[in-house]
């Protein structure tokens, strides 16, 4: 089975071909980050026109290196959210277009899904359901127990920024580029991580929730009251430093409870996925691996490549729900509507609708 995925939701215009036995055909993926770096953000009237205007491009391209046109594929599939709506729409729209041209299936992918299970995109010993999953990208921190495809049970999640919005808003404020992630890890790597007394936001509370502006506030005054002027590039690295000390100290108090609950409910499983952009940050992976050691657990990291938005894992995404449940049930409506909001885990009816009269 060959099926094509297409990521729009946030600033990577991106496609990719790929095969039910775990391989990436091809795949391209234009990152807009020179037109969203004079903001020091994505700015999703510039994100959209970008989408509009390249998605059809990556497409093609991406079909090309493949080497197939599209009725030689088995389906085609695209991110319907959650994320900034005007992407959202350009994506399933293109795909919509190639399958109602082509007379191909159209899946709508959860975005996260797609980061959920972008682990298991590799040919041979692939990673078992069960696992414990940290999604940790721009828009998302949350950690799910992954049953299988379409099965999440959510334990945590941030109850403010997500970790990379952080990372991505000191990078911001100390002035030192766009995209935050990439500019704060490389920042930090000259820095003195124990300079200055950062708190550790959640650190030991009951269960398995995040917050991280907090985080993000004492930096930020920190830097405000450093001796006036231009911070000191040291002032910075160890602003950086100091910063992912604390978040990563964070992570593996809350990965620490996570991990109870996850083998009290699955005593014989013991895998630990990361997943999303700062996923594929190494001082974040090195402290996580503490942990996983400690607790003699398996990390389980994929590529860079598939941390960031991708649009692999939502082909891959679409392939495991069809080899689960055939093409018919998988298969979405072409009247599927783009969802801006789409929690993994939706929350049981019998709860979101407690104490509201019929
Ligand atoms: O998964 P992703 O590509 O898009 C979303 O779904 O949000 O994640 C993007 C986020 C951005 O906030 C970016 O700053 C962060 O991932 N990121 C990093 C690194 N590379 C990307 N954060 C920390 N360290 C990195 N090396
Ligand atoms: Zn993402």
Known sequence: MIVLGIETSCDET????????????????????EQHRPFGGVVPEIAARAHLEYAD????????????DFHELDAVAATAGPGLIGGV???????????????????AINHMEGHALSARLKKNDKVKFPYLLLLISGGHCQLQIVEGCGNYKRLGTTTDDALGEAYDKIAKMLGIG??????????????????????????????CDFSFSGLKTAVRQIALDLPEGPLLKTDIADLCAGFQMAAGDVLADRINHALDIFISEHPTSNSLVLAGGVASNQFIRKRIQ???DERSIELITPPNSL?????????WAAIERIHDVGIDKARDNLNFKPRPRWPLDPIAPKAAFAGIKA
């Open 57 to 68: 491009a990556v497409v093609h391209k991406t079909m090309e290196k493949a080497g197939l």
């Open 14 to 33: 991106a496609a990719a071909v790929v095969s039910s036995d775990g391989v990436i055909i091809a795949e391209t993926v234009l990152s807009q980050l």
């Open 178 to 207: 766009y995209p935050g992630g990439p500019a704060v890890e490389a920042a930090a790597k000259k820095g003195d991580a124990s300079r200055f007394n950062l708190p550790r936001p959640m650190k030991g509370r009951i269960g």
């Open 89 to 107: 729409i350009i994506g399933i729209m293109t795909a919509k277009a190639i399958a109602a041209s082509s007379n191909l299936p159209f899946l």
């Open 307 to 315: 941390c960031t938005d991708n649009g692999a894992m939502i082909a």
């Open 290 to 292: 503490i942990l996983a």
